[in-house]
């Protein structure tokens, strides 16, 4: 049987986003009759430091994403620049599966680059240099090993941070670097990201896409999101759709 896929990104849940969470929660029990695969492509969460965390506010959102699955569907999921700790932990939980960072996928013939997008942002020095720095895989290991009473410490001053920058106006980080991108979609036909906060189709002369997803942004309750219906005959246009929570 063929399946429809869904793609997301930019959720940000946390405990002091609940509408977010609810909007999560509805769309996946909209569609977990639909047979679908669900693509979340990074900062699924605002902050994320162990896979066992079991926080009140996430034991609704597992418990859905285990029904989500009992009915037939698949989760897939890559890490953002918030949520770089989650693994494959905590997505067994619910019989998810972690992709790599960057992700070749294929779909009616063309090849599809699924990333989160920070990568591509290569004039955001400080940060890609703070990346390089913190996902070095003994600083990271050691991270994980943390006890998870100062993991919580931990995530509690990264959203109070995020809180605090988001105040005044809506956050967007810096945006992609357009010959850095030609560069990786060398050999790919769409390449669809996120984390910019800049929804976008953007078409190159050589007939490839770029598709950026949209956050997910609490003060209007909607998000911009990808659909790909399998029910469709024929290759349809690519749009992106919005999502209202």
Request: proline letters at 4%; a neutral charge; hydrophobic letters at 40%.
């Amino acid at each position: 049987m063929s399946r429809s896929v869904l793609f997301i990104a930019d959720l940000h849940l946390s405990c002091e986003h609940p509408r977010l969470t609810r909007g999560f929660l509805s769309l996946l029990n909209t569609y977990k009759t639909q047979a679908i695969d669900l693509y979340i492509l990074g900062d699924w969460f605002n902050a994320w430091l162990d896979d066992q965390d079991d926080n009140e506010w996430l034991i609704p959102i597992v418990t859905a994403l285990q029904d989500f699955t009992h009915s037939g569907n698949q989760i897939f999921a890559l890490v953002g620049n918030r949520d770089f700790v989650l693994g494959q932990g905590f997505l067994d939980r619910f019989g998810g599966v972690l992709l790599p960072e960057s992700y070749l996928w294929q779909h009616q013939g063309k090849i599809w680059r699924l990333e989160h997008g920070d990568a591509l942002c290569t004039d955001d020095i400080a940060y890609q240099r703070f990346k390089r720095i913190i996902r070095h895989p003994w600083l990271l290991g050691s991270l994980k090993r943390l006890p998870f009473h100062i993991k919580q410490r931990i995530a509690h001053i990264l959203r109070r941070k995020s809180r605090q920058r988001q105040t005044h106006k809506h956050y967007q980080p810096v945006d992609v670097n357009k010959a850095y991108v030609r560069e990786q979609m060398q050999g790919v036909d769409v390449l669809l990201h996120g984390h910019t906060h800049r929804p976008e189709i953007e078409y190159f002369e050589n007939g490839s896409v770029r598709i950026v997803l949209g956050d997910w942004r609490e003060e209007t309750g909607e998000a911009q999101i990808l659909w790909l219906d399998a029910q469709a005959t024929q290759p349809a246009p690519i749009q992106l759709s919005t999502w209202h929570f």
